[in-house]
């Protein structure tokens, strides 16, 4: 066979015959060696399977192990995929995560980006790969949710994405300047105010779950009100051995979390353990608890002398007494932001609350603003009305004179 005849791209190489192509991105051409006759039969069959890589190239869904799985460049190219950095970022140490935070990025690199990009080279993805990826995944969930993911699950999408090229980039596979994922901006979140309940609210619920649904109920109720504490992953996984009755405190070191070992993160949401001063409501509830299970279990809520594991039923308590009661529908995590406005409205200072509620200081000034500039407002207006008090006996005094 003439060599003017051979298809482009295709030459004798050694007993075999060589193929050239380029990939995506490279500037240079990849050759792989065919271990064929050098017929003319087979000198035309590489030209055609030359052309299919071609074309697997031009669409996206070129596979080197699927051409050539005993070429060394196989693996290599393996190990540069988005998957391979994805996996990469989702194991990396430095993140140090909690189990549900690692179970929540994992879902969302499955949903969200490795239908499209699993297999593809790192470094000859592109920032249209990405926004078509998102932009699918948006249409998927509207499809499914009949409304668009909220900002903060966006966000969490961006955040995956970043976090695997970050990983590609350090690795030195992708080169910063060239990274598809550094424009891809957050959402900004309206984060909605507190809408807390008043005291007395408060405590006619308290009341009448202990009333309608029994002590333990009515005791996990009244702790969540007076207490701070995060519900249901902080009280479900409170043990004895962390509650001091005699110094009226507890300490919180550890969450409920259906994705940890045992149903138990060793760890707080926020990776640090925290002591709360009991008040005296608080210090009732756990001396009912203390009556009701204290000798049972290493738990301080148990539901059939095991761990008590939150259910829909636990919600159905909370809403039935709403609305025995007539009150509006507020979610359960409220009583969080209950007790943080009692404390601000009472006097308490913010950096105090801050730590018993586990907020970092910014955090909490930043979620209490309302509160805490009613209680600066109120009190410059009681130094103002202090003066206008002053000022009025000053006047009856000259007024009297005068007479």
Not at 27 to 35: D, V
Request: hydrophobic share 35%; aromatic share 12%.
């Amino acid at each position: 066979m003439d060599k003017k005849q051979f298809p482009k791209g295709v030459r004798l190489n050694g007993s075999g015959i060589q193929i050239r192509f380029k990939l995506k991105g490279d500037k240079n051409y990849t050759h792989e060696q065919l271990e064929w006759s050098q017929a003319p039969a087979n000198i035309n069959k590489a030209g055609k399977l030359r052309q299919e890589i071609k074309d697997a190239i031009r669409h996206g869904v070129f596979r080197y192990a699927e051409f050539f799985p005993d070429s060394p460049r196989a693996y290599e190219t393996q190990i540069n995929t988005f998957a391979h950095y994805a996996q990469g970022w989702l194991d990396s140490p430095i993140n140090d995560w909690t189990p549900q935070t690692r179970y929540k990025f994992k879902g969302i690199l499955n949903r969200v980006w490795m239908a499209s990009l699993d297999e593809k080279l790192i470094h000859v993805i592109t920032h249209t790969d990405l926004t078509q990826a998102l932009s699918d995944s948006i249409s998927e969930f509207v499809d499914k949710y009949n409304k668009e993911p909220s900002k903060s699950l966006y966000n969490d999408w961006l955040t995956c994405i970043r976090g695997t090229f970050e990983i590609a980039v350090q690795d030195k596979a992708v080169k910063r300047v060239n990274n598809p994922a550094a424009e891809l901006k957050n959402k900004k979140r309206d984060k909605s105010e507190p809408d807390p309940f008043e005291i007395e609210e408060a405590d006619l619920i308290i009341a009448d779950i202990y009333k309608n649904d029994g002590e333990m109920w009515g005791a996990w109720y009244e702790l969540g009100f007076y207490s701070g504490m995060r519900y249901p992953s902080e009280p479900t996984a409170l043990l004895w051995e962390n509650v001091s009755l005699k110094n009226s405190e507890f300490k919180v070191t550890q969450i409920y979390s259906k994705h940890a070992k045992d149903k138990i993160q060793k760890t707080t949401k926020t990776g640090y353990s925290r002591t709360v001063i009991m008040n005296t409501r608080s210090l009732h509830a756990f001396k009912v608890l203390r009556k009701l299970t204290g000798l049972k279990s290493s738990f301080v809520f148990l539901q059939d002398d095991e761990m008590l594991i939150p259910s829909k039923a636990t919600h159905a308590i909370w809403r039935a007494s709403l609305k025995r009661l007539g009150l509006r529908y507020r979610d359960p995590y409220t009583m969080r932001h209950t007790y943080a406005t009692i404390g601000l409205m009472s006097g308490a200072n913010p950096a105090f609350m801050a730590k018993q509620l586990g907020h970092s200081t910014e955090e909490f000034f930043k979620t209490y603003t309302t509160w805490i500039e009613r209680i600066s407002r109120d009190f410059q207006m009681n130094l103002i009305e202090s003066g206008i008090k002053s000022g009025l006996k000053v006047a009856k005094k000259i007024a009297e004179n005068d007479n």
